[in-house]
T-cell receptor, first 112, second 111 residues
Framework: EAQVTQNPRYLITVTGKKLTVTCSQN?????MSWYRQDPGLGLRQIYY???????DKGDVPEGYKVSRKEKRNFPLILESPSPNQTSLYFC???????????FGPGTRLTVL | KQEVTQIPAALSVPEGENLVLNCSFT??????LQWFRQDPGKGLTSLLL?????REQTSGRLNASLDKSSGRSTLYIAASQPGDSATYLC??????????FGSGTKLNVKP
């Protein structure tokens, strides 16, 4: 089954404790991206990647890092999480040229 | 910077009605536009994708149109059903493959 998986689905952590949210897709898509969804602000793009070792900033990259060492994986790293990073995070993938997006189920992150 | 607006923010209709959801964007230099559905507690599901050179796309009871010059897209849902209840999101994709989403229209179809 074609899918994008994210782990963990739920995470509660404390300020400053480094964390990684994993994302994996099984469709051999070149394009992968991360979004955060906040009430009243909608979905905003954090980072995206056009292929292995090619990443670029979206609209809200501050406080986040990503890496793309393998085509199927695109982890999101928060080196020093802060409460304003409490949000619902989605990973997505698409073929290139950009086609329909496939989204993961989301990761709800709470930073205390 | 691209701004995407969706109107209305919420909509409640009786089953069987035809309805239109609206999406507008400020920068017409888009690569394509996608409509997504989001169910509570779940990710997004892509419904329709319209390339910038196209005027409309259809899938079953759904029809999406695009008027790039005026910065507007509409999603038409025919003969709505309770199972259509969800939040519908419009996303425009710009050059360099950046996505911009609207805040969505929350649809409730009453039996």
């Amino acid at each position: 089954e074609a899918q994008v998986t994210q782990n963990p689905r739920y995470l509660i952590t404390v300020t400053g404790k480094k964390l990684t949210v994993t994302c994996s897709q099984n469709m051999n898509h070149e394009y992968m991206s991360w979004y955060r969804q906040d009430p009243g602000l909608g979905l905003r793009q954090i980072y995206y990647s056009m292929n292995v070792e090619v990443t670029d900033k979206g609209d809200v990259p501050e406080g986040y890092k990503v890496s793309r060492k393998e085509k199927r994986n695109f982890p999101l790293i928060l080196e020093s999480p802060s409460p304003n990073q409490t949000s619902l995070y989605f990973c997505a993938s698409s073929p290139l040229p950009l086609g329909r997006g496939f989204f993961g189920p989301g990761t709800r992150l709470t930073v205390l | 910077k691209q701004e995407v607006t969706q109107i209305p923010a919420a909509l409640s209709v009786p089953e069987g009605e035809n309805l239109v959801l609206n999406c507008s964007f400020t920068d017409s230099a888009i690569y394509n536009l996608q409509w997504f559905r989001q169910d509570p507690g779940k990710g997004l599901t892509s419904l329709l994708l319209i390339q910038s050179s196209q005027r409309e796309q259809t899938s079953g009871r759904l029809n999406a149109s695009l008027d790039k010059s005026s910065g507007r897209s509409t999603l038409y849902i025919a003969a709505s059903q309770p199972g259509d209840s969800a939040t519908y999101l419009c996303a425009v994709i710009m050059r360099f493959n950046k996505f911009y989403f609207g805040s969505g229209t929350k649809l409730n179809v009453k039996p």
